[in-house]
């Protein structure tokens, strides 16, 4: 609760004041949080705003008032109907609150824009990195396991065993899902992911290239890390996800312990593909100097978003109970 109050004084903090100032060729040019989100929608770029402002702030605040009010309910012992649905609320939100992904995303930006011009830090960017820290110790310290037996009163109801339909309805959702990965995956590589304008010249950037450039910049180290959330992470997971899914398919029993090892590093890598997307967000946000230079979102933004968000559902849709339950041959 205390780190949970924090972080949500933090969030509150980093609001209203100024988050990052871009200057070059004697311009200026500030956002704050809400401002940057102004920014997305005045280019045509609702849903990527809705997204960024889902994913880094309301999300994450709605899960930190979720840990308060469950912190006051386990103080006065209730165990309300409303505890109870407050509670799997909060443990399915929590994947989805991206706020440390949106802060190394913006650290990314930073580089980046160094190169470009002058750079300053405003008061609410310092916020965001208290509410960033207190947030991940909030999510560190919910033990999910220890309030569902406190909700239970110690008593967990046994896991009910799958049925025959439920598996195949499992498998047939995460291959759709998966196909569904692979081909936005081809657009989000290929078409450009924003395009830079200076002086009048249009310059687009896809996610590769923009991985090249930084190589050639010197920009070894953030080179690495966008490749590896950008390229490497989708790639692996759709994979691993499809080996998995192949595997209780066919019914193989072997490698249980190592199946299982790696669906929950699917789960736990996934969400981090989202730096390449809050990299595009704060630069189109806080890069508007019209014809001098401006940068806006391409099309290939929204695809690897939703390549991103289809390989989560997809972990999320396949049951680990298959993996445990063995089958003969599914459909």
């Known amino acids: 609760m205390a780190f949970s109050i924090s972080a949500f004084v ?25 401002g ?18 889902l994913a880094t702030l309301i999300l994450p605040g709605m899960v930190l008032l979720g840990f308060i009010t469950l912190g006051l309910a386990h103080l006065n012992n209730a165990r309300t109907p409303f505890i109870k649905r407050m509670f ?12 440390e992904i949106f802060l190394v995303g913006t650290l990314v930006s930073l580089i980046k824009v160094s190169e470009l011009a002058d750079v300053a830090i405003g008061m609410s960017f310092y916020a965001f990195i208290g509410f960033t820290a207190f947030m991940a110790l909030s999510m560190s310290n919910f033990d999910s396991t220890g309030f569902a037996l406190w909700l239970h009163e110690g008593n967990l109801p046994p896991p009910k065993p799958l049925e025959e339909k439920q598996a195949s309805g499992s498998i047939q959702r995460t291959w759709a899902l998966l196909l569904t990965s692979t081909i936005l995956y081809i657009p989000a590589n290929v078409l450009p992911i924003m395009r830079t304008e200076f002086f009048g010249q249009e310059t687009p950037n896809t996610i590769i290239g923009g991985v090249i450039t ?8 953030i080179a690495i890390i966008i490749l ?16 998995l899914n192949l595997s ?15 669906y929950r590093i699917t789960e736990a890598i996934g969400r981090w593909s989202m730096i390449d997307v809050f990299v595009v ?36 849709t396949f049951d680990s109970r298959l993996i445990w339950q063995h089958w003969k041959q599914l459909p």
């Open 248 to 262: 209780v398919q066919l019914g193989r029993t072997g490698s249980t312990q190592l199946r299982i090892r790696y």
């Open 214 to 221: 930084l190589w050639e910049g010197g920009s070894y180290p």
């Open 88 to 99: 799997y609320w909060v443990r399915a939100l929590l994947p989805w609150s991206m706020a």
């Open 281 to 316: 967000a704060v630069l189109v946000a806080l890069i508007q100097m019209g014809n001098t230079l401006s940068i806006f979102p391409g099309p290939a933004a929204l695809a690897f978003c939703a390549v991103v968000f289809t390989t989560m559902i997809a972990a999320m």
């Open 10 to 34: 933090f969030l509150a903090l980093s609001l209203p004041f100024n988050f990052l100032t871009f200057k070059s060729s004697g311009q200026k040019h500030s956002i704050d949080l809400p």
């Open 228 to 243: 590896v959330a950008s390229v490497v992470v989708p790639v692996a997971k759709i994979i691993i996800l499809c080996w």
């Open 36 to 53: 940057g989100l102004s920014v997305l929608m005045e280019n045509d770029y609702l849903s990527l705003a809705i997204i960024t402002g």
